[in-house]
């Protein structure tokens, strides 16, 4: 069966701190990945996705940005965080575009 | 610009009653329609799945109807019980999900 991985669960990090969210699936291969941000009030926002190694397509402009070194590992990071940053991260995977998707548990991210 | 709206924004039942969950959305062209749930702090479970060619879909207490071309889809859960307390949350594929921003469900003993 397939499993999804995200970590850490919650995160307290500065304003002006660089910051590293880690993803992985297990169980499939050339999973397409995303990362959706949930902020207080607001509903689930898609930030980027992955079809394949290194291709990454992003949503919205922002402070952040993603990578996929690996098959079935997604990276969001940043350089420097902004207080808007705060929120809820969630990442998803799916075996193509228009099936079925899967989350993780999420992360917490506050940004003081 | 494809917009799924979730009506209504917050629901509260005693437990026993019998629920309808709706969630709109504006273009028709989509893959599927998912309806999720998330508990407080966590992840989205995903509840049901429904192809676009599809007219509903059940699992257990729940079931899921989509009428594509009115662009709308139920959620109808049976016979609620304290455990159900959740907010729902409905999505249509279009290459990518698009969310609405949920129910949330009470339903007290």
């Known amino acids: 069966s397939q499993t999804i991985h995200q970590w850490p669960a919650t995160l307290v990090q500065p304003v002006g701190s660089p910051l590293s969210l880690e993803c992985t699936v297990e169980?499939?291969?050339?999973?397409?990945l995303y990362w959706y941000r949930q902020a207080a009030g607001r509903g689930l926002q898609l930030l980027f996705y992955?079809?394949?190694?290194?291709?990454i397509s992003s949503e919205v402009p922002q402070n952040l940005s993603a990578s996929r070194p690996q098959d079935r590992q997604f990276i969001l990071s940043s350089k420097k965080l902004l207080l808007s940053d705060s929120g809820f991260y969630l990442c998803?995977?799916?075996?193509?575009?228009?099936?079925?998707?899967?989350f993780g548990q999420g992360t917490r991210l506050t940004v003081v | 610009k494809q917009e799924v709206t979730q009506i209504p924004a917050a629901l509260s039942v005693p437990e026993g009653e019998n629920l309808v969950l709706n969630c709109s959305f504006t273009?028709?062209?989509?893959?599927?329609l998912q309806w999720f749930r998330q508990d407080p702090g966590k992840g989205l479970t995903s509840l049901l799945l429904?192809?676009?060619?599809?007219r509903e879909q059940t699992s257990g207490r729940l079931n899921a109807s989509l009428d594509k071309s009115s662009g709308r889809s139920t959620l109808y859960i049976a016979a609620s019980q304290p455990g159900d307390s959740a907010t729902y949350l409905c999505?249509?594929?279009?290459?990518?999900?698009?969310f609405g921003t949920g129910t949330r469900l009470q339903v007290f003993p």
């Open positions: 998803a995977w799916s075996r193509q575009l228009e099936t079925e998707a899967f």
């Open positions: 169980g499939t291969s050339n999973p397409n």
């Open positions: 992955s079809v394949g190694i290194g291709q």
């Open positions: 273009d028709s062209a989509i893959y599927n």
């Open positions: 429904i192809q676009s060619s599809q």
């Open positions: 999505a249509v594929n279009t290459d990518k999900l698009i």
